[in-house]
Structure formats: structure tokens, C-alpha cells
């Protein structure tokens, strides 16, 4: 099969149609029915069955999409760096952020590190941990910066601090004399759990193991700053990164250290076959610093 003929069966099977097709590819009806008469007789197979005016694939289309949707995303890949080349340039630094740096911490060192460049723009999107590699090898970002990043023969990291869990509660939760807080203090509360795959994920849960404890969890949600917003709100209490808890502090809340401590590392990530501008790495420098500082407060 030909690349056209791979788009025009993805189109059809996807879409259910041939109208549907011909107007998500932009193009004329007869034109795609055309490719598709011409591709089943080439594979001498029949793709799809008209039943009730509806096309409906045949048990060989579904095998078919299965090899074909995948060779479809490679190509959307493909047309994805190729896009991010032409719009990339020295100037111009794409940011790939982990949604609890993004609240506070990249936003204070965007406006620093323009405070001495005004005339760099950025590309900012927010990613999560399984997403640092692909990002990087699409050109989507050139530098991700998120928490202990996956190892990979391609990736090159560098660690910029040291950050920590904390538990947040509503305000009058805890005793005023508590400074600290250990797993078991909540083991009777109701808690907003956080169902992230990835380091933090995973620090949480050896946690809870190894405090042989099982929590009344109330609610599950997949990011840290979403829990932080239902504890304010009074739903129960979390654990979240220090990030996040210092991004949506308010006077309704209050935050505990946990000991013993649970402490992750925050890095930059890039490809090792693509190194870093003297922008990019000012740039990592920046973010360093300004991590550095918070942990100091």
C-alpha cells in the first residue's frame, strides 16, 4: 500500500464513511472512492460492506487497521518534526514542563530569563512523565525539565535540585503544635489520591507499603494541582510535591513536612544527539537557581 492509499483507508475506517472521508481529507468523494476500489483490488480483498446505507469494515479491514493506524502515527510523527524544524530557530526555546513546575516555578524563571532577553520567544506545553522522550524525539520541546526522567541511551539529564513531598489539609486538620507529619497521621482521614504513573507515583506508593497501611481514599484524580484544589475546598487532605503546595497555598490550608522525608529530584532532559543552545542552557541554569531559592524559603 502506498502512503495515499494508507490515508484514504485509515479516513474510511475511521470515519465510517466516504463522505466523512472525502471532507476530513478535503478532498472530492469520487476521488476517495476511487483510491479505496483501487486498493481492494490490489490487495484482492474486500475492505468494506455497504449494510443499510453505512459502510462497515470487513473482519480483514480490522486486521488491517491494526498495521495500518500504526504506520499512520509514524507518518503524523514524521510530519509533526518536520513542522517543528521549519518553525524552530536560534531565538526561540521550546519548553517542555511537568504540570506542578508549571504553575509557579517556570513562570518566575520565564520572567526573569526575559528580564535579559526580551527578545526570545517561547513554545511551552506541559508533559508528563511518559511523555519526555517522545517529545523531545518529535521536536516538540528541546529541553523538558520534569522529575527523575526515564534513563534512555538517547536522553541526557542533568539534576538541578532536590525536592520534597508534604501533606496539605484544611486549615485546623492537624493539632497548631504539629510541625511534621508522618504517613500513618493519616491513616484515619479522608484522602485525595493522585493516580500518576511515574517517580512520585511510585514514592507514594512504596510509602504507603511500607507503612502497611491502608488509606480511606474519597478520590482519585490524575494530577497534583487538582488535588491540591479539592483539599482547599475541604474534601479531605493529599500528599503532593512541595511545588504544588507552595503554587496553591491559601489561608484555608495548611502544609506539613513529612518524616521521614520523601524527596525526589527534579532534572532537565534533553537529546544527546541534539545539544542544548547557550539560550537553552542559560535557561537551565535559570531554573536551577530559582529551585534552589524556593527550597531555601
Same mark, same amino acid.
Given at each position: 500500500?502506498?502512503?495515499?492509499?494508507?490515508?484514504?483507508?485509515?479516513?474510511?475506517?475511521?470515519?465510517?464513511?466516504?463522505? %466523512?472521508?472525502? *471532507? $476530513?481529507? #478535503?478532498?472530492?468523494?469520487?476521488?476517495?472512492? @476511487?483510491?479505496?476500489? +483501487?486498493?481492494?483490488?490490489?490487495?484482492?480483498?474486500?475492505?468494506?460492506?455497504?449494510?443499510?446505507?453505512?459502510?462497515?469494515?470487513?473482519?480483514?479491514?480490522?486486521?488491517?487497521?491494526?498495521?495500518?493506524?500504526?504506520?499512520?502515527?509514524?507518518?503524523?510523527?514524521?510530519?509533526?518534526?518536520?513542522?517543528?524544524?521549519?518553525?524552530?530557530?536560534?531565538?526561540?526555546?521550546?519548553?517542555?514542563?511537568?504540570?506542578?513546575?508549571?504553575?509557579?516555578?517556570?513562570?518566575?524563571?520565564? %520572567?526573569?530569563? *526575559? $528580564?535579559? #532577553?526580551?527578545?526570545?520567544?517561547?513554545?511551552? @506545553?506541559?508533559?508528563? +512523565?511518559?511523555?519526555?522522550?517522545?517529545?523531545?524525539?518529535?521536536?516538540?520541546?528541546?529541553?523538558?525539565?520534569?522529575?527523575?526522567?526515564?534513563?534512555?541511551?538517547?536522553?541526557?539529564?542533568?539534576?538541578?535540585?532536590?525536592?520534597?513531598?508534604?501533606?496539605?489539609?484544611?486549615?485546623?486538620?492537624?493539632?497548631?503544635?504539629?510541625?511534621?507529619?508522618?504517613?500513618?497521621?493519616?491513616?484515619?482521614?479522608?484522602?485525595?489520591?493522585?493516580?500518576?504513573?511515574?517517580?512520585?507515583?511510585?514514592?507514594?506508593? $512504596?510509602?504507603?507499603?511500607?507503612?502497611?497501611?491502608?488509606?480511606?481514599?474519597?478520590?482519585?484524580?490524575?494530577?497534583?494541582?487538582?488535588?491540591?484544589?479539592?483539599?482547599?475546598?475541604?474534601?479531605?487532605?493529599?500528599?503532593?510535591?512541595?511545588?504544588?503546595?507552595?503554587?496553591?497555598?491559601?489561608?484555608?490550608?495548611?502544609?506539613?513536612?513529612?518524616?521521614?522525608?520523601?524527596?525526589?529530584?527534579?532534572?532537565?532532559?534533553?537529546?544527546?544527539?541534539?545539544?542544548?543552545?547557550?539560550?537553552?542552557?542559560?535557561?537551565?541554569?535559570?531554573?536551577?537557581?530559582?529551585?534552589?531559592?524556593?527550597?531555601?524559603?
Amino acid at each position: 500500500m502506498r502512503l495515499r492509499q494508507i490515508e484514504i483507508f485509515h479516513a474510511v475506517y475511521a470515519n465510517g464513511s466516504i463522505s %466523512a472521508a472525502a *471532507r $476530513a481529507l #478535503n478532498v472530492s468523494q469520487p476521488a476517495v472512492s @476511487k483510491v479505496l476500489r +483501487h486498493t481492494e483490488s490490489q490487495l484482492g480483498i474486500k475492505l468494506f460492506d455497504l449494510v443499510r446505507g453505512r459502510l462497515v469494515p470487513t473482519d480483514e479491514a480490522h486486521t488491517l487497521f491494526r498495521e495500518v493506524d500504526e504506520v499512520f502515527h509514524r507518518v503524523s510523527s514524521l510530519q509533526l518534526t518536520a513542522r517543528n524544524l521549519r518553525n524552530s530557530g536560534a531565538g526561540h526555546l521550546r519548553v517542555g514542563i511537568v504540570p506542578s513546575l508549571g504553575l509557579e516555578v517556570l513562570p518566575e524563571v520565564i %520572567a526573569r530569563f *526575559r $528580564a535579559t #532577553n526580551p527578545e526570545v520567544t517561547f513554545d511551552i @506545553k506541559t508533559i508528563h +512523565h511518559s511523555d519526555v522522550l517522545r517529545s523531545l524525539y518529535e521536536r516538540e520541546c528541546d529541553i523538558a525539565f520534569g522529575y527523575d526522567p526515564p534513563v534512555h541511551p538517547r536522553l541526557t539529564t542533568r539534576k538541578l535540585a532536590s525536592a520534597k513531598l508534604v501533606v496539605i489539609a484544611p486549615k485546623g486538620t492537624f493539632a497548631a503544635s504539629r510541625s511534621h507529619l508522618t504517613v500513618a497521621d493519616i491513616r484515619e482521614m479522608d484522602l485525595i489520591g493522585v493516580s500518576s504513573s511515574g517517580p512520585i507515583g511510585d514514592i507514594v506508593a $512504596a510509602a504507603h507499603a511500607v507503612a502497611q497501611i491502608d488509606f480511606r481514599e474519597v478520590a482519585s484524580v490524575d494530577t497534583y494541582y487538582i488535588a491540591a484544589a479539592l483539599v482547599r475546598h475541604g474534601s479531605g487532605v493529599a500528599i503532593v510535591d512541595e511545588f504544588t503546595a507552595r503554587a496553591m497555598a491559601s489561608a484555608d490550608v495548611e502544609l506539613f513536612p513529612l518524616t521521614p522525608e520523601l524527596t525526589f529530584g527534579v532534572h532537565a532532559a534533553w537529546l544527546e544527539d541534539r545539544p542544548l543552545s547557550k539560550l537553552a542552557l542559560k535557561l537551565v541554569d535559570l531554573m536551577k537557581a530559582t529551585l534552589r531559592k524556593g527550597a531555601e524559603m
